[in-house]
């Protein structure tokens, strides 16, 4: 739902700031609890809501979201005391959501400081909201661009793209309000992502391709236009597009089995599911238009590749919500919600998600504070109780702080929480604790460089590759917050 999402792209280096998630099988689960520390668990692993599956003991109502080693030491520890000097700034490959980075020309401020989208593919896409029963959002909210400071200097600002209020909305108050029936179903969770990747790269090649297929996969077009492109700097920020050299600059062996396990599911999926039927079948998995003058009924060239199923892939653990079915059902859909989905990410907001996957229900955003005309609507990713570890893989960027966060630490220096889950993982506490052997692994890998030599790097400028340069600051991020912590 980048957060879907407005992303910060890999601008200069990516100067930027970021965020979230869980196992490569939990989705984005919306949870729909009243959450008095926590702002509502939205799973994001594998992108999902569940009616959402519940991680805590919190009070909720009809939705559920989804030994030390003795070895020890100050991480990487800082060989001098002298101060050294900071970055210019962060590249967290997309910035706390999945929009774009940049603001359309034909756009109109509001009376707080963000800018309504009203580009035509904007356009197109309230229409499709509207069309699909969703026409009262539109009187809430729509999409909106916001200045984000991504650096030190003054001019480090770029717009990110995300969901504006329109009116004051109080709270206790809907402030999206979606039927079920306008989300895409994608079938039922699994730890796999590439099953429902599988589907959602069949519906949105009938669009692209313009092939024979049901009606209702082209009427969704105004909605896919509006997904992260392949290849964008959206989707490139995320491990499962990493070289060997930046998933090596980790120093995370953990995240590096993960990343390349999920590329051998995706390679598998592709090689028994898609390439076959788009094979049998001239209209399957087309990701180019046919051209008028090709008869050819075995024409391969614009079959969907296999990094295409791993850009679905990857669509499927950053924006789908497993939710829940009917009271009476065990089963949780994967679903792709629109609007939702595009709602970017602050670990400290207080609004909640709820809603069932079930003929005639609604899945809402539900304001937990009062809302004024012109504020950006955020949501937490992975449940705002995941680290950067997961934010990297499934979404692509790095969580630099709640809004909380930030204010409480306004001119000092901060750690943020979502490095502090992982330092935590290191010294065998909080939750989803790391085995002794694999927090022995960690812990080598992270030290065959100091926090200062990390630093030194990052400041000589030599890093220039996005993956390879958000791969470092990962690292300093988490030899700091264990260094605060140990």
Same mark, same amino acid.
């Given at each position: 739902?980048?957060?879907?999402?407005?992303?910060?792209?890999?601008?200069?280096?990516?100067?930027?700031? *970021?965020?979230?998630?869980?196992?490569? *099988?939990?989705?984005?689960?919306?949870?729909?609890?009243?959450?008095?520390?926590?702002?509502?668990?939205?799973?994001?692993?594998?992108?999902?809501?569940?009616?959402?599956?519940?991680?805590?003991?919190?009070?909720?109502?009809?939705?559920?979201?989804?030994?030390?080693?003795?070895?020890?030491?100050?991480?990487?520890?800082?060989?001098? @005391?002298?101060?050294?000097?900071?970055? !210019? #700034?962060?590249?967290?490959?997309?910035?706390?959501?999945?929009?774009?980075? !940049? *603001?359309?020309?034909?756009?109109?401020?509001? &009376?707080? #400081?963000?800018?309504?989208?009203?580009?035509?593919?904007?356009?197109?896409?309230?229409?499709?909201?509207?069309?699909?029963?969703? =026409?009262?959002?539109?009187?809430?909210?729509?999409?909106?661009?916001?200045?984000?400071?991504?650096?030190?200097?003054?001019?480090?600002?770029?717009?990110?793209?995300?969901?504006?209020?329109?009116?004051?909305?109080?709270?206790? =108050?809907?402030?999206?309000?979606?039927?079920?029936?306008?989300?895409?179903?994608?079938?039922? $969770?699994?730890?796999?992502?590439?099953?429902?990747? /599988?589907?959602?790269?069949?519906?949105?090649? /009938?669009?692209?391709?313009?092939?024979? #297929?049901?009606?209702?996969?082209?009427?969704?077009?105004?909605?896919?236009?509006?997904?992260?492109?392949?290849?964008?700097?959206?989707?490139?920020?995320?491990?499962?597009?990493?070289?060997?050299?930046?998933?090596?600059?980790?120093?995370?062996?953990?995240?590096?089995? +993960?990343?390349?396990?999920?590329? $051998?599911? %995706?390679?598998?999926?592709?090689?028994?599911? %898609?390439?076959?039927?788009?094979?049998?079948?001239?209209?399957?998995?087309?990701?180019?238009?046919?051209?008028?003058?090709?008869?050819?009924?075995?024409?391969?060239?614009?079959?969907? @590749? +296999?990094?295409?199923?791993?850009?679905?892939?990857?669509?499927?653990?950053?924006?789908?919500? /497993?939710?829940?079915?009917?009271? +009476? !059902? @065990?089963?949780?859909?994967?679903?792709?919600?629109?609007?939702?989905?595009?709602?970017?990410?602050?670990?400290?907001?207080?609004?909640?998600?709820?809603?069932?996957?079930?003929?005639?229900?609604?899945?809402?955003?539900?304001?937990?504070?009062?809302?004024?005309?012109?504020?950006?609507?955020?949501?937490?990713? #992975?449940?705002?109780?995941?680290?950067?570890?997961?934010?990297?893989?499934?979404?692509?960027?790095?969580?630099?702080?709640?809004?909380?966060?930030?204010?409480?630490?306004?001119?000092?220096?901060?750690?943020?929480?979502?490095?502090?889950?992982?330092?935590?993982?290191?010294?065998?506490?909080?939750?989803?604790?790391?085995?002794?052997? $694999? =927090? $022995?692994?960690?812990?080598?890998?992270?030290?065959?460089?100091?926090?200062?030599?990390?630093?030194?790097?990052?400041? &000589?400028?030599?890093? @220039?590759?996005?993956?390879?340069?958000?791969?470092? =600051?990962?690292?300093?991020?988490?030899?700091?917050?264990?260094?605060?912590?140990?």
């Amino acid at each position: 739902m980048r957060v879907g999402k407005a992303r910060v792209s890999f601008l200069r280096y990516i100067l930027a700031i *970021s965020y979230l998630a869980n196992c490569v *099988s939990c989705s984005r689960y919306l949870l729909t609890m009243r959450y008095s520390g926590y702002s509502f668990p939205l799973l994001v692993s594998l992108g999902s809501v569940q009616a959402f599956l519940l991680p805590f003991q919190h009070e909720t109502s009809c939705i559920k979201l989804t030994s030390k080693t003795s070895s020890k030491t100050t991480l990487l520890a800082k060989s001098k @005391t002298k101060k050294k000097k900071k970055s !210019s #700034g962060s590249s967290s490959g997309g910035l706390k959501g999945f929009g774009g980075g !940049s *603001s359309s020309s034909t756009s109109s401020k509001s &009376s707080t #400081g963000g800018t309504i989208d009203r580009s035509p593919s904007s356009l197109k896409f309230y229409d499709y909201i509207q069309r699909n029963g969703g =026409e009262s959002n539109l009187k809430r909210v729509g999409l909106g661009y916001f200045p984000l400071q991504i650096g030190p200097d003054k001019n480090d600002i770029i717009q990110l793209r995300g969901v504006i209020a329109l009116k004051d909305i109080s709270k206790g =108050e809907a402030i999206i309000d979606i039927p079920y029936e306008m989300a895409i179903n994608l079938g039922r $969770e699994s730890a796999d992502p590439t099953l429902p990747a /599988t589907t959602l790269l069949q519906k949105y090649c /009938t669009w692209k391709s313009n092939s024979d #297929g049901p009606p209702g996969d082209k009427e969704k077009g105004d909605y896919f236009a509006m997904l992260p492109n392949l290849e964008s700097d959206d989707c490139l920020g995320s491990t499962d597009f990493y070289s060997d050299t930046a998933l090596d600059m980790l120093q995370c062996p953990i995240i590096v089995e +993960e990343t390349l396990s999920r590329r $051998e599911m %995706v390679a598998a999926r592709y090689e028994r599911d %898609v390439l076959p039927m788009a094979q049998m079948s001239s209209n399957l998995y087309r990701w180019e238009e046919r051209k008028e003058d090709d008869d050819s009924d075995n024409d391969e060239s614009n079959i969907a @590749t +296999e990094l295409h199923l791993q850009w679905a892939s990857w669509i499927i653990t950053s924006r789908v919500l /497993t939710v829940q079915g009917p009271p +009476e !059902s @065990t089963t949780a859909n994967r679903l792709l919600i629109p609007l939702i989905d595009m709602c970017n990410h602050d670990r400290d907001s207080p609004h909640m998600l709820t809603g069932r996957a079930m003929e005639g229900g609604s899945l809402k955003v539900v304001a937990g504070a009062d809302i004024k005309a012109g504020d950006q609507i955020n949501i937490g990713y #992975g449940g705002s109780v995941e680290g950067n570890d997961r934010f990297i893989q499934d979404y692509g960027f790095l969580d630099s702080g709640g809004s909380l966060e930030l204010g409480k630490n306004k001119g000092k220096e901060l750690i943020p929480e979502a490095y502090k889950i992982v330092a935590k993982k290191l010294l065998g506490k909080g939750r989803n604790r790391m085995s002794v052997a $694999e =927090e $022995e692994k960690m812990l080598d890998a992270i030290q065959a460089t100091t926090l200062d030599d990390d630093i030194a790097l990052l400041a &000589s400028g030599k890093v @220039t590759n996005n993956d390879e340069r958000m791969a470092l =600051e990962y690292r300093i991020g988490v030899k700091r917050a264990y260094n605060a912590l140990w």
